[in-house]
């Protein structure tokens, strides 16, 4: 059984981008977000992603003076759901995510799990369309991902 998959907005928004949005559902079954990530995002969430709302909504706002609102909420839900994973890409958010010893991925670490799983057959491609969209990635992270994924 999986742990309850949190997704933030930067990732619902590159899959989108790279039209592989579905590796989520591939992965995980369903997904979970908060209605402030929703809004982010923009568009109509598939039915397979589910909206919640933490029940804290102070510990929401204390880590809104730190990170925006999509990341504090999705970060706020993670903190009341055990067994949960979050995936948030930007590095502040992270870094508060990891305090408190939350399970962690980014939007690259579910691209190389969706390799390691059989759900692609290379991440490279992958990879090589987000290059082109506005979403920052280094060469060491893209060697990173490529040497996990046993490119």
């Keep these: 059984m999986h742990s309850t998959i949190i997704s933030d907005t930067s990732c619902l928004i590159v899959l989108s981008n790279i039209d592989e ?6 992965l ?6 908060t209605i402030e990530v929703a809004t982010e995002y923009g568009q109509i969430l598939p039915d397979w992603i589910y909206i919640k709302a933490p029940a804290d909504a ?6 809104e003076m730190q990170i925006d609102k999509g990341e504090a909420s999705a970060i706020a839900l993670a903190l009341e759901i055990t067994d949960s994973t979050i995936i948030p890409d930007d590095h502040k ?6 305090q408190p010893g939350m399970k962690i991925t980014g939007t690259i670490g579910v691209l190389i799990r969706a390799k390691l799983n059989s759900k692609i057959n290379s991440v490279k491609p992958l990879l090589d369309k ?3 969209t506005d979403f920052r990635l280094t060469d ?7 040497i996990e994924a046993g490119e």
């Design 140 to 146: 060491e992270i893209v060697n990173q991902a490529l």
């Design 28 to 33: 995980y079954g369903q997904v979970i977000t």
């Design 58 to 63: 102070y510990r929401q706002k204390i880590l």
């Design 93 to 98: 958010a992270r870094r508060i995510a990891e």
């Design 21 to 26: 949005l579905e590796l989520l559902q591939k």
């Design 130 to 132: 987000i290059r082109k």
